[in-house]
């Protein structure tokens, strides 16, 4: 589908908070929900719900939740439902699988591109810790690196799919071939990834993916898919009755359930943004390539606008990014861009946005990063003109 196809009206009518009026160029730190999200909610509140694994029907209809959202999970990301572990957000469920990973005499390689919530809970295993470094103009992470920090004792190496503030998209594939020839896991952070694009977790060539339902339409809710026969060599902490099988021993507590019918109603939305035939897993293919495309077009325009104007500076150029930019306004704070832009009707973000290894690598983070833009599958031509609008001003 070229982009100028994509039915982005229809797309934008799906979603009622889009009719406030605001620009939302904030994905990147969560997107708005379609109706049919909000409505299976309600509707699996509406019609009871009990824990899981009872002997009544209101339990049957939570197992048949949990069923369910696993197997959407797996569409997404290319994996098996049996190895769909849900969870808060990624950050709770990174903690816990590298706690269950990783730990003293083990090495971890962690990157300088990625979100602190990959990068915390390996440096805090008690493992010896290996630093990815970026090309902190460019905002590339060069692949070469990697054969001189990973070696045999090498546990895991631990990359983003994705930049959250400058959409840099690393070769994670070839890096993961560089861990696993030294028999190391790959553990990708797909939560900025997951919303610009078709995902193939194998593909990559992750162990695991982490990724989370905010960022792509649905409820807070946080996921990280792997091989069930991966997860059958991992013993995380878990209560003494709680589910020793798997994908549940990762899972603490009772899970939101009408949360993870969100879920569910969120991949079939992304499945169904654009026409298409076959199986969820191959519509959903289609839909986000679509979406990818007519992001990316858009994209094009934003960038170049903000390029063009004399007092804008913008962070990386990466060769293959997502639709997110992150620039400053001379003379101007990142807050104070913000809220100007916020009184014009146009949500961005400003800091450093939990990439605080990158901000810090570029030098920024101390000085309050910068304002971070970005477009997902809702965002249109009149968003960008704002924002575009909106920082002119600031000349
Ligand atoms: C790239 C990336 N990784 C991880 C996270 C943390 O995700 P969660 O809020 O689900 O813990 C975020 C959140 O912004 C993110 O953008």
Redesign the pocket.
Known sequence: MLPSEYPIKQVRATYPALSDGHAYLDG??GTQVPRSVIEAIATAYRSGLGNVGGAFPASHRSDAIVAACRAAVADLVGGRPGGVILGP????LTYRLARAIAGPGDEVVVSRLD?D??VRPWTQTGATVRWAEVDPVTGELPVEQYADLVNERTRVVAV?AAS?IIGTRPDVPAIAEIAHAAGALVYV?G??ATPHGPVDMRALGADFYAT?AY?WSGPHI?AVIADPALLETLRPDKLAPSSDTVPERFETGTSPFADLDGVTAAVDHLAAMVPGTGNRRERLLNSMAAAEAYEQALFAVLVEGLETMPHVTTYGKPARRTATVYFNVAGRTPHQVAEHLAKLGVNVWHGHN?AWELTGAMGIRDAGGAVRAGLVHYNDRSDVDRLLDGVARLE
């Open positions: 990147a730190a957000n990624m950050t709770t979100h919530a990959n983003t959250n952070d939560v900025h989370s960022k946080g939990y």
